[in-house]
């Protein structure tokens, strides 16, 4: 490990995280995708979850300046336990275990991915750009379920992610029961993030 994430890395890794599994699970339910999938709410339950420190304390290092050249290493390493989940299993490779749902939800995950302010995939995207993206930067194998999802996502209406921080933790659309298991990992999360000598105040 280079070094430890900062106060405000960390802050940042949080809250990306916490937006996502929001953008994730408001699409899902909507569509009724993901039902029967193991690992919900989506990235922060079971192996290689997102709040599992060794995830943590690489993938915030992406927040440094400079941090994706500087902390490739370290960043690749956190990714690579990621990718122990099962969603990850299913969608990134071919894998002809991976049922229809499995590919439906990894293409959701791919999807919000895109539309989120991710530096690494050159910032936040529109369906349109995603839409001409597909034919020419996503796998073979991923590319038909990619083509049936967005129309559907594009449809409804979009979720607020901005109303969610680390201190102000609205339901911006899930079911109540989703809404109260990332409540619940959230302050785990923080919990287990003060023992370690960073500093949050509980929602």
Same mark, same amino acid.
């Given at each position: 490990? /280079?070094?430890?994430? *900062?106060?405000?890395?960390?802050?940042?890794?949080?809250?990306?995280?916490?937006?996502?599994?929001?953008?994730?699970?408001?699409?899902?339910?909507? *569509?009724?995708?993901?039902?029967?999938?193991?690992?919900?709410?989506?990235?922060? #339950?079971?192996?290689?979850?997102?709040?599992?420190?060794?995830?943590?304390?690489?993938?915030?290092?992406?927040?440094?300046?400079?941090?994706?050249? !500087?902390?490739?290493?370290?960043?690749?390493?956190?990714?690579?336990?990621?990718?122990?989940?099962?969603? @990850?299993? #299913?969608?990134?490779? *071919? &894998?002809?275990?991976?049922?229809?749902?499995?590919?439906?939800?990894?293409?959701?995950?791919?999807?919000?991915?895109l539309l989120e302010d991710r530096?690494?995939?050159?910032?936040?995207? /529109?369906?349109?750009? !995603?839409? %001409? #993206?597909?034919?020419?930067?996503?796998?073979? @194998?991923?590319?038909?379920?990619l083509r049936q999802v967005l129309?559907?996502?594009?449809?409804? %209406?979009?979720?607020?992610?901005?109303?969610?921080?680390?201190?102000?933790?609205? &339901?911006?659309?899930?079911?109540?029961?989703?809404?109260?298991m990332i409540d619940e990992r959230?302050?785990?999360?923080?919990? #287990?993030? &003060?023992?370690?000598?960073?500093?949050?105040?509980?929602?």
């Amino acid at each position: 490990m /280079t070094r430890l994430p *900062l106060q405000c890395e960390i802050d940042q890794w949080l809250l990306s995280t916490v937006q996502h599994v929001f953008h994730i699970e408001y699409f899902l339910q909507r *569509l009724q995708i993901g039902n029967n999938t193991p690992q919900r709410p989506h990235d922060i #339950m079971g192996i290689g979850n997102k709040f599992e420190w060794d995830i943590i304390k690489g993938l915030s290092l992406q927040y440094a300046h400079n941090g994706e050249e !500087i902390y490739k290493d370290d960043i690749w390493k956190s990714i690579a336990l990621h990718q122990q989940q099962y969603h @990850h299993q #299913m969608w990134d490779k *071919l &894998n002809p275990k991976a049922t229809n749902n499995d590919m439906e939800l990894g293409a959701v995950d791919s999807i919000c991915s895109l539309l989120e302010d991710r530096q690494y995939q050159g910032g936040a995207h /529109t369906f349109q750009e !995603i839409e %001409d #993206m597909i034919g020419t930067r996503c796998a073979p @194998h991923a590319l038909k379920w990619l083509r049936q999802v967005l129309p559907e996502m594009r449809k409804l %209406d979009q979720p607020h992610l901005n109303k969610i921080t680390l201190t102000t933790f609205p &339901n911006i659309g899930v079911s109540p029961e989703i809404y109260d298991m990332i409540d619940e990992r959230l302050h785990e999360t923080k919990k #287990m993030l &003060n023992e370690r000598g960073y500093r949050f105040v509980e929602l």
